[in-house]
């Protein structure tokens, strides 16, 4: 009984929420709160709030607003991921703004949503960044391929530099990575297992001194490792 009171903790998902709406950070405490599976551990009205909760309870996931008082959310998401580099960070936003978005993704978040997306779809990207996916809303996706093609653009015209050697087998998941295929359908795709899809995506981001799979993707381009397929 004690083994699977054990296992069924383990199975949950801890998540501190932190924005500086109350009325939306209530909203969305009520709707996790009926997600089987997940647990709201804390709440963080501000940037300073939410990286002492954090310390203070150790959530797998944070969920974190842009635009916050005292400590922006960007550099919460920064001094989090120093403290506890496990933890995943999924920015929920209304932040439009393309810097917002590089920011993020420079500061090791694991997501970028708008607060377009309904909040009963919010337990289920919590729930893929968990699994090791990079989440971003689809009218900020067309931003990040701008800037993908930019950096390859500009990658021409300097000179290159040695990068880390990638295997042939690790370029070839974060060739698929970059199209934003999940490591089950990774997995498949390269007649492996899920698990040594995962392992190739770890050695690959501790190779690159990355974080995240997004920033992997933003290394490959900006070294042309990978073909974004702009002619």
Do not use: C, W
């Amino acid at each position: 009984m004690t083994d699977e009171h054990t296992r069924a903790a383990a199975d949950v998902v801890r998540v501190l929420i932190a924005d500086d709406q109350a009325l939306f950070r209530r909203g969305l405490y009520v709707v996790l709160g009926t997600e089987e599976g997940i647990e709201v551990v804390g709440e963080a009205e501000n940037g300073e709030e939410a990286i002492a909760k954090a310390a203070e309870t150790a959530p797998d996931v944070v969920l974190m607003d842009v635009r916050m008082p005292k400590v922006n959310g960007i550099e919460a998401a920064r001094e989090i991921r120093a403290l506890s580099p496990s933890t995943k960070i999924l920015m929920l936003t209304v932040s439009d703004e393309e810097e917002d978005l590089y920011e993020a993704i420079k500061a090791g978040a694991n997501g970028y949503l708008l607060k377009e997306i309904s909040v009963e779809e919010v337990a289920e990207a919590i729930r893929a960044v968990v699994q090791g996916q990079s989440l971003i809303s689809p009218s900020m996706a067309s931003k990040l391929l701008n800037e993908f093609n930019q950096l390859s653009r500009r990658a021409e015209e300097r000179q290159q530099f040695p990068v880390p050697t990638l295997t042939s087998r690790e370029l070839e998941v974060l060739k698929l990575v970059a199209k934003g295929m999940s490591n089950r359908e990774i997995a498949d795709e390269l007649f492996i297992s899920e698990n040594t899809v995962k392992n190739h995506v770890r050695n690959i981001l501790e190779k690159l001194h990355l974080h995240s799979r997004m920033q992997a993707v933003m290394y490959a381009v900006r070294e042309r490792l990978i073909d974004t397929g702009n002619e």
